[in-house]
């Protein structure tokens, strides 16, 4: 079955620093698809970052990006010049190549507080 | 914003009720999920649906079933409610298609009393 571990229950950066927010997943397929969500206290969820295991290039979406380490299976979040409407919970998600086997699977989440 | 809805967004109701919660969505997406929100677990996957009477289980089933008769409805029922139901349930709808996320719907906040 196919996990995702957020070693990091909460974390905290000054305002305009950059942060790192870290996931690991398990997993024996070598097609699958990778995901940051954002869960601010309105409690939506706002897709922040996707990332298909076939393609080696890092996603970059503005101030948000990942570093993908497949071999280690280790799909990290960078949010540069951190801003206040960051602080939210972050959720880091798996899915499986299709079919059947389609699960969405979330870890547990990094509470992210940004400092004036 | 995608099309959907959950029904109801509150609900207080007591121990041993049967409740069915309701996601219909308006996107014909093939995938339907259904998750439980609750503090230090993140979000937990209790069944999803990859096609019309096509489901399976999550990682939290126990105590909930689900139906699917028709692609824009997902329907999660917990057959006696129980406290440790009480918690914030999230369905979400995906397309199925290479390289697309999940869209979620706002939420159910469930209490059982």
């Known amino acids: 079955a196919q996990t995702v571990t957020q070693s990091q229950p909460e974390m905290s950066v000054q305002e305009a620093e950059t942060v790192t927010l870290s996931c690991t997943y398990d997993?024996?397929?070598?097609?699958?698809?990778l995901f940051w969500y954002k869960q601010p206290p309105s409690r939506q969820m706002i897709l922040v970052i996707r990332?298909?295991?076939?393609?080696?290039q890092n996603a970059t979406e503005n101030r948000f990006s990942v570093n993908f380490q497949k071999a280690a299976k280790s799909f990290s979040l960078k949010i540069s010049d951190s801003q206040l409407g960051d602080a939210a919970m972050y959720f880091c998600a798996y899915r499986g190549p299709g079919g059947s086997n389609y699960k969405l699977t979330f870890g547990k989440g990094t509470l992210l507080t940004v400092n004036p | 914003d995608a099309g959907i809805t959950q029904s109801p967004r509150h609900k207080v109701t007591e121990t041993g009720t049967p409740v069915t919660l309701r996601c219909h969505q308006t996107?014909?997406?093939?995938?339907m999920y259904w998750y439980r929100q609750d503090p230090g677990h993140g979000l937990r996957l209790i069944h999803y649906?990859?096609?019309?009477?096509?489901?399976d289980k999550g990682e939290v089933s126990d105590g909930y079933s689900v139906s699917r008769s028709k692609t824009e409805d997902f329907l999660l029922t917990l057959e006696s409610a129980t406290s440790s139901q009480t918690s914030v349930y999230f369905c979400a709808i995906s397309p199925g298609a290479v390289n697309t996320e999940a869209f979620f719907g706002q939420g159910t906040r469930l209490t059982v009393v």
């Open positions: 649906s990859y096609g019309v009477k096509d489901t």
């Open positions: 990332q298909e295991a076939y393609k080696q």
């Open positions: 996107e014909n997406h093939r995938y």
């Open positions: 997993t024996s397929e070598s097609d699958y698809y």
